[in-house]
C-alpha cells in the first residue's frame, strides 16, 4: 500500500495523522480591495470591486476572472456548417450591395 506524507513545520507526518492546525491569527482574515483601473471602453476610472460591478453592469460586459475554468475559445472557433457560412456570407454580400445602392438610385 502506497503511503502518503504532509510536511508541516518541517516535519513530515503521515496523511490522516498530522496534528491539527490552528490559525495563528484570532480575528477575521481581510482580503484587500481590487486596484483602480481605467476603462478600456469608456475611459472612465473606476475604484474597487463596486467599480468592477457597476462597470461590468453599464457595459453588459464580464469579468474576465469569472471565466476561468471555461474552455478556450479563439477567433477561428467557428461552429457553424458550410451550408450556414455560405449563406451568412451571400446575407452579408447582399446587405452590402442594398447599403451602396441606396446612394445611386
Known amino acids: 500500500m502506497k503511503k502518503s506524507y504532509v510536511q ?7 496523511k490522516g495523522t498530522e496534528p491539527n492546525r490552528t490559525s495563528t491569527s484570532d480575528g477575521p ?14 475611459g472612465k476610472m473606476y475604484s474597487g470591486r463596486a467599480g468592477m460591478r457597476d462597470h461590468c453592469a453599464r457595459h453588459n460586459v464580464v469579468n474576465n476572472r469569472d471565466l476561468v475554468g471555461l474552455p478556450v475559445m479563439t477567433t477561428n472557433s467557428d461552429f457553424r456548417s458550410p451550408e450556414q ?8 454580400k447582399q446587405t452590402v450591395i442594398n447599403e451602396v445602392n441606396k ?3
Open 85 to 92: 457560412k455560405r449563406a451568412s456570407a451571400e446575407h452579408r
Open 8 to 14: 508541516i513545520d518541517g516535519v513530515l507526518y503521515e
Open 103 to 105: 446612394y445611386y438610385r
Open 29 to 42: 482574515m481581510v482580503v484587500g480591495d481590487q486596484p483602480d483601473f481605467i476603462s478600456p471602453l469608456d
